[in-house]
């Protein structure tokens, strides 16, 4: 376990960037949520594709590596040392984040739209109302409670405490069950929620009702995999090839459903059909991620070194680039397949520059 193993924090730096690319799609999308933050009239199916496909593993992926990174940080410095270096790395980004960069991204609901009045006005009035928003941030939020959930097992069950152990070839009913009790989990709170519902009534944690309970599983599979050595030299990777098989029809299969679920959405079958076709989707683009990073991008060459220590902060600070690139582009007479790929090497490129910036400055550095 000594061993670096590049290929996962390049694999965080692109999960990353299709975050990025999710929300520029979204700008540009048909049938974009009547709230998103700018919707230009420059409109294409293909980024309604996108929004759809991406939208669907990112963020499994996402908490799925900070459980695999948890538990050995956990182990190695023991409680207070893991939660000093949380509270400065995660919740300090958090609160501010929420304080003084989620503002200006739901302002921009108001502007891009001519409704907006006075900044300040908006900020101590509707902002903390009915246009409360964690922006991107509401992720550390959740995250931060999956720690504190991690931290309480961890000092109540020994066998957290003790160092991995191989595992060559995991059980293949492991797939098939963490999918199963996935998808009863997203089927049964759609019984109760629209499929796209985001709840912010709780300020300190927004989230989405139906996969709340589905990223938790991803946290616990990640400390899971790191348990059983998955994905070193002598550990378990997934084989390429059947995962990728697996990604295409899992691909079609979602995106069937999830077009019928704008027109036939209360149909149980329907929402079987959509709530199986997200966590099959979901989980085979993880293992198929994972083996294809691990066989082709294990580098840690100046541009992925650089890319996958700026990540953090392109994450942090990618929605207003994103947000107020977008509003400008607005007066752009042109195709969105001209504004959006503007609009995402321009802020993620802004983004990366401003990380590598602000790393430099002494106190700043620990925070990114």
């Known amino acids: 376990m000594n061993q670096r193993m590049y290929f996962l924090d390049n694999l965080r730096a692109v999960i990353i960037l299709m975050v990025v690319v999710l929300h520029v799609s979204l700008c540009y999308m048909k049938f974009a949520p009547q709230w998103w933050y700018v919707i230009d009239p420059s409109q294409s199916m293909f980024f309604t594709y996108v929004v759809m496909l991406v939208d669907v593993p990112i963020m499994p992926a996402m908490f799925f590596l900070a459980g695999y990174f948890a538990l050995p940080s956990l182990q190695k410095h023991g409680m207070?040392?893991?939660?000093?270096?949380?509270?400065?790395?995660i919740v300090i980004p958090w609160v501010l984040g929420v304080l003084f960069l989620a503002p200006p991204s739901m302002y921009m609901i108001l502007l891009s739209r001519g409704k907006a009045s006075g900044y300040m006005d908006f900020w101590a009035g509707p902002f903390w109302g009915s246009m409360f928003s964690q922006s991107v941030f509401w992720f550390?939020?959740?995250?931060?409670?999956?720690?504190l959930v991690l931290s309480c097992c961890y000092r109540f069950f020994p066998s957290l405490q003790s160092p991995p152990r191989i595992s060559r070839n995991p059980s293949p009913l492991l797939p098939l069950l963490f999918i199963s009790v996935a998808t009863v989990s997203f089927l049964g709170m759609n019984q109760f929620f629209h499929v796209d519902t985001w709840i912010s009534d709780y300020y300190l944690l927004v989230f989405q009702p139906l996969r709340v309970f589905v990223y938790l599983l991803y946290f616990w599979l990640g400390v899971l995999a790191w348990k059983r050595n998955?994905?070193?030299?002598?550990g378990y990777t997934p084989r390429i090839l059947p995962w990728l098989i697996v990604t295409v029809v899992s691909a079609v299969f979602y995106l069937t459903f999830k077009g019928m679920m704008f027109t036939r959405g209360s149909e149980l079958?329907?929402?079987?059909g959509n709530?199986?076709?997200?966590?099959?989707?979901?989980?085979?683009?993880?293992?198929?991620?994972?083996?294809?990073?691990k066989a082709f991008v294990n580098s840690s060459n100046g541009f992925w070194k650089s890319f996958s220590a700026s990540s953090y902060g392109i994450y942090l600070f990618h929605s207003l680039a994103v947000y107020y690139g977008a509003y400008y582009l607005l007066g752009l007479d042109a195709s969105p397949f001209?504004?959006?790929?503007?609009?995402?090497l321009g802020s993620t490129l802004s983004c990366w520059v401003l990380t590598v910036a602000l790393k430099k400055i002494k106190g700043v550095s620990g925070f990114l």
């Open 80 to 89: 207070p040392i893991f939660w000093g270096g949380k509270f400065k790395r």
């Open 140 to 147: 550390l939020g959740q995250l931060v409670l999956f720690y």
């Open 269 to 272: 079958p329907i929402q079987l």
């Open 338 to 344: 001209i504004k959006a790929p503007l609009l995402l």
């Open 230 to 234: 998955w994905f070193t030299r002598q």
């Open 275 to 293: 709530a199986l076709g997200f966590n099959v989707l979901a989980y085979s683009v993880l293992m198929t991620s994972t083996a294809l990073f």
